[in-house]
């Protein structure tokens, strides 16, 4: 990693709870399939020769491997230790070519248009609209021109927008069992997120419901202009 995180002014901090619910099999369990909209994906990127792809925020690997078994060029990045040794451990079991690094969204470790596709499921609106931005800046860097994002955000109709303790605009760290959710998330309305893929052609933005009742994110196929 290029900074210690526990050392900055910074609230992009829930990857510390991801470490820890990644070094247990029960903390892993509800995240090793593969979801459908990025299964679904995979007809699109082949039809628009997309070769070299990044899973930003991996976790344990569940979309790098099911990429990797499709013959792309996969790379994962995390904050979390757990979740690069993990996800390195899978890939060598299995006899599957996945390059994993350990690092920040928000100082991707890769050149200029280094991707044909960003992936960035349920990570990037852990901290403040800063962090979003930021991160968002380094997505579209290293996408080459024409290069597509998928990703999600977290809506302001979701269970926890306004609970807890307010961060920043728009962000609050939930009282709450969940370690994870205790942590700063960022929500926003379909404008703002509008406005925050300023750089990019969105091909598709729904509002979904999430596998738990009132938990609500928006979840996007963009271009990069």
Not at 79 to 103: F, M, Q, W, Y
Not at 104 to 110: D, I, K
Not at 127 to 151: H, K, S
Not at 194 to 219: A, M, P
Request: proline content about 3%; aromatic content about 10%; charged content about 25%.
């Amino acid at each position: 990693m290029n900074k210690n995180i526990e050392n900055e002014n910074d609230t992009a901090t829930a990857f510390m709870a991801w470490d820890n619910r990644w070094s247990t099999e029960q903390g892993r369990a509800d995240w090793t399939a593969p979801e459908e909209d990025i299964v679904h994906i995979i007809p699109v990127l082949r039809k628009r020769d997309c070769s070299t792809l990044l899973d930003l925020g991996c976790g344990v690997g569940r979309h790098c491997l099911l990429f990797a078994t499709q013959g792309f060029k996969v790379f994962g990045v995390d904050a979390s230790p757990n979740a690069c040794r993990l996800t390195k451990k899978t890939a060598l079991e299995t006899g599957l070519s996945v390059d994993i690094r350990h690092a920040l969204m928000t100082e991707l470790p890769f050149e200029d248009g280094s991707f044909d596709y960003v992936l960035a499921w349920n990570v990037i609106y852990h901290g403040t609209q800063d962090v979003v931005r930021r991160t968002l800046a380094e997505i579209r860097r290293i996408l080459r021109p024409g290069g597509i994002f998928q990703g999600t955000m977290l809506s302001t109709r979701d269970r926890y927008y306004g609970s807890g303790q307010q961060i920043d605009a728009n962000t609050f760290a939930a009282n709450c069992a969940d370690e994870e959710k205790r942590h700063p998330h960022f929500y926003c309305n379909g404008d703002e997120l509008v406005s925050l893929l300023k750089d990019f052609h969105i091909l598709s933005l729904l509002l979904c419901e999430q596998k738990s009742s009132r938990s609500y994110h928006w979840n996007f196929v963009a271009v990069k202009l």
